[in-house]
């Protein structure tokens, strides 16, 4: 039996406060709203309740955000993509966000099973004047149980169109994608954050998140196999590899802590569940 979920999530700004209405069918569901910052944020936390997804088995996400609302969505666990003997599991975001909307996408980690058959999409559609912070952490196989990623393989896709494309596929028996130095060099895991707009970010704001960036990296764990860029006017991105899921998490959650204040003034209410 295979599992086909969809969820429609819905902000709108309603009388100063950032609502949060779903839609959802099979099994996916948002938690209670939360407003630890007040009522300008909606926290929510996404779970799946089967807990991972195995061959055949879609997720579909559309995620839209009204003019002036401000999301923030999680997720308590890693989605685990299980051994696959046929057809691909996908997992399948939309997002969509109106005039001077924001939203904050931080999912955990995808966890790659050994043998497993996955795809990661990733779309976003912003109007003028919106903005996305959001990342995406990719683990292959199970260092910690002392289990490779010796077979199967993983599209990531991750894309703004016309501003911002990231594809690839890593199949684990490329050697020089798995461990040329070129590639992911023996690391098995993979993070992205990225702040991407919908219309160009003025120059002072984007230096200034740069430079903080810059300036964490200059003394943390990953510096070596870290790096942050901007590769046009409306795209901020910084990339890390690491052995292990854990340093990837930590460096990304200090950024998106330092961007979000330095991009719009906020402080770092992590998200309740992260501390459970």
């Known amino acids: 039996m295979t599992w086909q979920a969809k969820l429609r999530l819905d902000y709108s700004l309603e009388r100063q406060r950032t609502v949060a209405r779903y839609t959802h069918e099979g099994p996916l569901r ?6 630890p910052e007040g009522d300008a944020v909606c926290h929510n936390v996404l779970i799946h309740p089967p807990g991972g997804l195995v061959g055949g088995d879609t997720l579909a996400l559309d995620i839209r955000v009204g003019a002036g609302a401000h999301g923030l969505i999680t997720t308590p666990g ?16 939309q997002i969509s966000l109106s005039d001077q909307a ?18 990661n999409r990733l779309m976003l559609d912003l109007a003028p004047g919106s903005e996305v912070l959001g990342w995406d952490i990719t683990a292959l196989g199970l260092p910690h149980a002392q289990q490779a990623f010796e077979r199967g393989s993983f599209l990531q896709h991750l894309e703004a169109p016309g501003v911002w494309l990231e594809r690839g596929e890593m199949r684990a028996t490329d050697q020089r994608l798995m461990q040329g130095p070129a590639g992911l060099a023996g690391c098995a895991c993979l993070g992205t954050l990225f702040f991407v707009t919908g219309s160009p970010i003025d ?29 046009n006017e409306r795209v901020l991105v910084l990339r890390a590899l690491a052995p292990l899921v854990e340093p990837v998490g930590e460096l990304l959650r200090q950024l998106w802590a330092g ?4 991009l719009w003034q906020l402080g770092c209410d992590q998200p309740r569940i992260w501390a459970t």
């Open 203 to 231: 120059r002072q704001r984007r230096s200034a998140a740069l430079e903080l960036a810059q300036t964490l990296l200059q003394t943390h764990a990953l510096r070596a196999r870290a790096g942050v860029t901007s590769p």
């Open 78 to 93: 890693a989605t685990r993509f299980y051994r696959s003997l046929g057809a691909s599991a996908v997992q399948s975001t």
């Open 102 to 119: 924001r939203l904050e996408w931080l999912p955990l980690e995808n966890l790659c099973h050994n043998d497993c058959r996955a795809e």
């Open 30 to 35: 948002i938690l209670q709203s939360l407003y």
């Open 259 to 262: 961007w979000r204040q330095v």
